[in-house]
């Protein structure tokens, strides 16, 4: 990737000529997407018995997620010139490059559920179940979510209901943050640039004179800067010293596009506690109104707030402790069917 400084002579400001492979760094509308493929593997199925006033479902869904990325910023090395005269001089003013910004994280979820539909009263049924669910990206197996509902017709006539339900919901894991705390872990994430390198002794000008005559290849690995680094001069004239190697490096700092993320080694799937008690009344042949008030009740985490009401409330459980507090939403609604 080439970044090169031109001045608009039309506006008088400075802009930047881009060319290459699309790998620089940059911010909003600048910044280049990660690449990432995912490839996912999905088998469900589910069952349906009718024995009496019961009506029995179960099933199952289990899902194979191979998730690989690579964070493009400055991924296969980036030179910038301060103008056109540079450029056609060849006088690199910075070069930068990031390795081991790849993850690749392997991800198996399944969930098992068995429910009960069951008919009390002529105008009275009773939900109840149980569903599991289990994800190998982290440590959590304690993802039990019992669920219960209760639909009553006071009027025994099919036209209004009232209804109540509560359960415990789980969400999914966010991979990208376990790849992130993996690629992080290890040893290979480096990021060179040249502006980390002093300039005394004319020590970073020697660099880049020294890059600038390879350009436009990057570099294919760490090791291969650090070789030709090595072969710099970084103390004066009459008293050459060899650059240390790590000169320009550094190390596990990730990149503006995928900065540093650690994961609680308590880390637990996002789960949320929900309430909710309606009326459903059939005013035409198309047209309905319900009313129903929802409680959230989730672990809350010391330092942060509630979510809005009418969000998913979910949380991640870094911390799971005993003392809950509710917090209560009333979300009113007139639907149109």
Not at 139 to 145: E, I, L, Q, R, Y
Request: glycine share 8%; with cysteine; aromatic share 10%.
């Amino acid at each position: 990737m080439v970044l090169i400084s031109v001045r608009n002579p039309i506006t008088n400001t400075r802009q930047t000529l881009t060319a290459g492979n699309l790998s620089a760094s940059g911010s909003g509308a600048d910044a280049f997407a990660g690449a990432r493929r995912e490839t996912r593997y999905q088998f469900q199925d589910s069952l349906t018995y009718i024995l009496g006033a019961h009506t029995i479902k179960g099933g199952f869904d289990a899902q194979r997620v191979n998730s690989k990325a690579v964070v493009l910023g400055d991924a296969t090395g980036t030179f910038n010139f301060n103008s056109v005269l540079q450029y056609q001089n060849n006088e690199i003013s910075r070069f930068r490059q990031n390795f081991g910004d790849a993850n690749d994280v392997r991800n198996t979820y399944y969930g098992v559920f068995i429910n009960d539909e069951f008919k009390v009263l002529s105008n009275v049924t009773l939900n109840y179940g149980l569903r599991y669910e289990r994800e190998t990206a982290i440590s959590d197996n304690n993802n039990f979510g019992p669920r219960i509902g209760v639909a009553w017709d006071p009027f025994k006539k099919g036209k209004g209901v009232v209804r109540f339900g509560a359960g415990i919901f789980y969400n999914r894991v966010l991979l990208r943050t376990v790849a992130d705390f993996i690629q992080n872990s290890t040893p290979d994430l480096f990021r060179f640039d040249t502006n980390t390198i002093t300039t005394a002794n004319g020590a970073q000008a020697n660099v880049l004179a020294r890059i600038a005559q390879q350009f436009p290849a990057g570099f294919a690995s760490a090791q291969a800067i650090r070789n030709l680094v090595a072969t710099v001069n970084c103390g004066t004239t009459a008293v050459p010293v060899a650059c240390s190697p790590n000169t320009g490096f550094l190390p596990n700092l990730g990149s503006a596009g995928n900065p540093l993320r650690s994961v609680d080694p308590n880390l637990k799937i996002p789960e949320s506690y929900q309430f909710n008690v309606g009326f459903e009344r059939e005013l035409t042949s198309d047209l309905s109104a319900r009313l129903e008030k929802v409680w959230f009740l989730k672990p809350i985490i010391p330092g942060t707030k509630p979510f809005a009401c009418g969000a998913i409330s979910t949380r991640m459980r870094l911390l799971f402790q005993p003392d809950f507090r509710i917090l209560r939403h009333i979300c009113w609604q007139i639907l149109l069917s």
